[in-house]
Antibody, heavy 119, light 108 residues
Framework: EVQLVQSGAEVKKPGESLKISCKGS????????IGWVRQMPGKGLEWMGI????????RYSPSFQGQVTISADKSISTAYLQWSSLKASDTAMYYC????????????WGQGTLVTVSS | EIVMTQSPATLSVSPGERATLSCRAS??????LAWYQQKPGQAPRLLIY???TRATGIPARFSGSGSGTEFTLTISSLQSEDFAVYYC??????????FGGGTKVEIK
């Protein structure tokens, strides 16, 4: 069974750093893209970026380029999304999702990680 | 960046009725269009890919159509579990995937 399990909710202060994770299981982790999607409170879905764990090829949405870093550790089948300096406006639910084989629609989703940034 | 525009923002439908949701792309995305359903407190769920292919386990009452810049998701007979928010997503441009703003299907 394909599963993406994300790390738990986080409460951080502005300026702090954060790295959240997404662990894949039940499939060949290195053969499928993993995407990250932001959903701000009461708002829609925003694509942040994608990574191909097999070779770490990474692409970012222009809106998120330079704001976050996406990485993966294929030895433990885990993708990451990290911030070096959080802002209150980063408060949102973050989802990871698997791109279908050779494609970029998302067929499996993680349960989401809620990040709250507040002083 | 390809902008995806969904309409209407909210659709009020009675159970058993047909719902028609629209998604328009600012430039052609060929058939590289997916639809997702999201219920409150849940992650999105893939419904349709390739503009018209139902994902595994998706009931036949969901159908997708269109190509180029105009797409439609039709729910033939709304069930109680179908009231949710629906998003389209283009994947024609792998360097810049984009989602539409969503259509909320609510009970009339």
């Amino acid at each position: 069974e394909v599963q993406l399990v994300q790390s738990g909710a986080e409460v951080k202060k502005p300026g702090e750093s954060l790295k959240i994770s997404c662990k894949g299981s039940g499939y060949s982790f290195t053969s499928y893209w993993i995407g990250w999607v932001r959903q701000m409170p009461g708002k829609g879905l925003e694509w942040m970026g994608i990574i191909y764990p097999g070779d770490s090829d990474t692409r970012y949405s222009p809106s998120f380029q330079g704001q976050v870093t996406i990485s993966a550790d294929k030895s433990i089948s885990t993708a990451y999304l990290q911030w070096s300096s959080l802002k209150a406006s980063d408060t949102a639910m973050y989802y990871c999702a698997r791109g279908a084989f050779g494609q970029l629609w998302f067929d499996y989703w993680g349960q989401g990680t809620l990040v709250t940034v507040s002083s | 960046e390809i902008v995806m525009t969904q309409s209407p923002a909210t659709l009020s439908v009675s159970p058993g009725e047909r719902a028609t949701l629209s998604c328009r792309a600012s430039q052609s995305v060929s058939s590289n269009l997916a639809w997702y359903q999201q219920k409150p407190g849940q992650a999105p769920r893939l419904l349709i890919y390739g503009a018209s292919t139902r994902a595994t386990g998706i009931p036949a009452r969901f159908s997708g159509s269109g190509s180029g810049t105009e797409f439609t998701l039709t729910i033939s007979s709304l069930q109680s579990e179908d009231f949710a928010v629906y998003y389209c997503q283009q994947y024609n441009n792998w360097a810049a995937l984009t989602f539409g703003g969503g259509t909320k299907v609510e009970i009339k």
